[in-house]
Every structure is written in structure tokens, then in C-alpha cells.
């Protein structure tokens, strides 16, 4: 009579490639989920700025996005119509809230710009920053060699940089 299984020397060689399969895995499987995260924040970022330019535009009003955080921009954000036609004022009464984004962003992220806790659009879309442009840096421990900008030209254009010389701008 023949009998069908495994042997135990068998299941335990099976157990011990597989033990060296998710070994050698798991390192880069932590990679990938860290660049997951920082993309994410990016995103998240990217499309707040979009969508406070597209309001300015469509409302033809200054809209200012506030950090939670000050500096801390991974705190939470705020988009707001800002009764201040120079803008890059805190959120009053008089303002129309627009969206706001509670809690961390992300725990493992930060994010900075280059000391701004406000970043203002024109009615016609352009950047209310004086003149100047505004890059905003999203890294995690691992510092900028992993990291990621958002640069916002004078014109309003924000663009995706993965050139990043320092986590804090």
C-alpha cells in the first residue's frame, strides 16, 4: 500500500526556503510602502494646491491654504477664501471655508516649506507670495535622497520635483 503526504523532512525544507523567501522580501517590501507614503502625501498636497488655485480662478477671490502646524504642513490643512486681498492671513469669521483637512496628513512624513504657513492664490490664478515662488519639500527618515518637492511658480503651476537637495527648504 502506498501512502500519500509529505514526509516531515520535506514540510520542514518547505518552511525554510520559505522563511529565506520573506526575509530576503521583506526589506523591500518596507521600501515600497514607505515611497508609498510619501507619494501619498505628495498627492494629497498636490491636489490641495490645485484645487485652492482652481477655486481663486472660479471665485476670482484670493484663497489662502493654511497649515494645522505652522511649518508642520503634515498637521492638516485648511482652504479657505481669504477677505485679505494681499492673503496669507489666518482663517476669520469672514472668510468662506472651502475644505479642511483635520489630523495628520501623514504620522511618518514631513512636510515643509520655506518657513511659509500660508500659501495664497489671486483671483486670476497666480501665486500671492510677492513675486516669489514657493517649494514645499515631503521626506521621511530617510531624508532626501527619498524625498519629494512641490514647486509653485510665480504663475500659480505646481509641479513635481523627485530632486531634492534638503527636507527643509
Known amino acids: 500500500m502506498k501512502q500519500r503526504g509529505f514526509t516531515l523532512i520535506e514540510l520542514m525544507v518547505t518552511v525554510v526556503v520559505l522563511a529565506i523567501l520573506v526575509t530576503v522580501a521583506l526589506p523591500g517590501f518596507n521600501t515600497m510602502i514607505d515611497n508609498q507614503r510619501i507619494q501619498s502625501t505628495q498627492r ?33 490643512i485648511s482652504i479657505y477664501t481669504d477677505n485679505d486681498a494681499g492673503g496669507n492671513t489666518a482663517f476669520t469669521g469672514a472668510d468662506t471655508l472651502i475644505k479642511d483637512i483635520s489630523g495628520a496628513i501623514s504620522d511618518a512624513v514631513t512636510v515643509r516649506t520655506d518657513g511659509n504657513a500660508f500659501i495664497s492664490f489671486q483671483g486670476n490664478g497666480m501665486l500671492n507670495e510677492a513675486g516669489n515662488t514657493v517649494t514645499m519639500a515631503i521626506c521621511d527618515e530617510r531624508g532626501p535622497a527619498f524625498g519629494r518637492a512641490i514647486n509653485i511658480s510665480r504663475v500659480g503651476r505646481a509641479s513635481v520635483s523627485t530632486d531634492i537637495a534638503s527636507c527643509t527648504p
Open 44 to 76: 494629497t498636497m498636490l491636489s490641495a494646491i490645485n484645487l485652492a488655485r482652481s477655486e481663486a480662478t472660479h471665485r476670482n477671490q484670493t484663497v489662502t491654504i493654511a497649515s494645522a502646524g505652522g511649518a508642520d504642513w503634515e498637521d492638516g
